[in-house]
Each structure stands twice: as structure tokens, then as C-alpha cells.
């Protein structure tokens, strides 16, 4: 089972390291998350550079595809090439998107009346693509999930997690990486997240 961690140059590395490092806690059960770059090498935000471990043809081989987020997600959704490297399929793939990800999904016509969780600088051109945004963390329906705010990417990873391999399995990771004193609770809101959040979640 794998899944895509599509990061783009500008990316934002909260969004892409916190999911893919949440899953890859996953691997011993057959669940693996690869950063999966446009080119070989991207550079973050703050100038972090990363060599991509999957090509973006990886995608349609993905079981699960995140979109990460970044300062350039406009100047990718005007690019009809990179958005040609993107062929999903929500009929069977799970597709999740952080923040300005969410842009990338209006633009592949994957959100329809799905509405969508974002970051307060991301949502004024979201809505303008005619998207619903909710002031929440975590909306999923069926195959396609969003999440608003850098840290709401730990709700994207139980997403996935609970999807691929159970709700034991996400809560086992949320709890292990917790601050110490408070996996239990931490583990719990992010079960209550994707809970809430989802509509027909399994």
C-alpha cells in the first residue's frame, strides 16, 4: 500500500513531512508514504531543499495521493503540464489535500459540491473557484478529504491510516508521537477529528 506525498518547489514542510513521517510509522504493516516531486529536487518555503523519492508518474500507481501545500500552489494550478501529471482517480484512490492543496483538487474538477477545509490565505481563491470552505480542520466524503491549518495534516495521515489499516493502527501512531502525558488525549481528537469530519467514512 502506498501512498504519494505530491510536494511541490515552495512547498510547505510541515504539510509534507508530518503526514508521510505519521504513515511511514506504518511501514512494518505495509504502508509506506514517498515524497513525490515534479522534479528531482524542490525547495521549500524556507529554503529546505529535498530530492523527491518518487517521480510524479508514481501517482497513478498510489493507492492514496496527498496533495501538500506551498507558496507557488497558484502558479501550479496555472500550469496545464504539471496538472497533466496528475490523474487521479477517487474511484480508486483515497485523495486528501492540505490547505492550498485543496486549490489543486478545484482544479482537477475532483471537489464538484464536495466542500473543502483550508488555510485562511488559501481560502478567498478556493471560494472563488466556487467551492464551499468550511471553518473546520478535516472534511472528508468517500475517497476525497481536505484539511485546513499546518497541523490539521495529522487528521489527513488518521485518515489515511484508518482507511489503509484500521482505527487501532491510527490511534497506536497518534498516541506514540504525542507529547508525553497526553497520547491518550491526543490520540482521541484525532479520532473525534476524522469522525466528525467524514461523511461515509468507510
Given at each position: ?44 518555503m ?14 497513478t ?61 488559501s ?15 478535516f ?45 491518550r ?8 477529528a ?9
Amino acid at each position: 500500500m502506498q501512498v504519494a506525498v505530491v510536494t511541490f518547489d515552495g512547498f510547505n514542510e510541515l504539510d509534507s513531512f508530518i503526514a508521510s513521517a505519521l504513515i511511514n510509522r506504518c511501514s512494518k504493516d505495509g504502508l509506506e508514504a514517498f515524497i513525490t516531486t515534479p522534479t528531482p529536487v524542490v525547495m521549500s518555503m524556507n529554503g529546505v531543499e529535498v530530492t523527491g523519492q518518487r517521480p510524479m508518474e508514481f501517482v497513478t500507481e498510489a493507492e492514496v495521493v496527498l496533495i501538500g501545500s506551498g507558496v507557488k500552489t497558484r502558479d501550479v494550478v496555472a500550469d496545464d503540464r504539471l496538472i497533466s501529471l496528475l490523474p487521479l482517480d477517487p474511484s480508486r484512490q483515497l485523495v486528501g489535500a492540505q490547505c492550498s492543496g485543496a486549490l489543486v483538487l478545484a482544479r482537477l474538477g475532483l471537489l464538484g459540491g464536495i466542500p473543502a477545509c483550508t488555510d485562511i490565505k488559501s481560502r478567498p481563491f478556493i471560494e472563488a473557484c466556487g467551492v464551499t470552505v468550511l471553518d473546520a480542520p478535516f472534511h472528508a466524503e468517500g475517497n476525497i478529504a481536505t484539511a485546513g491549518g499546518c497541523m490539521a495534516s495529522q487528521y489527513l495521515a488518521t485518515w489515511v491510516i484508518t482507511r489503509m489499516l484500521g482505527e487501532e493502527a491510527a490511534r497506536e501512531v497518534i498516541g506514540y508521537v504525542a507529547p508525553v502525558g497526553e497520547n491518550r488525549e491526543t490520540a482521541e481528537r484525532a479520532m473525534r477529528a476524522i469522525r466528525t469530519g467524514a461523511v461515509a467514512l468507510l
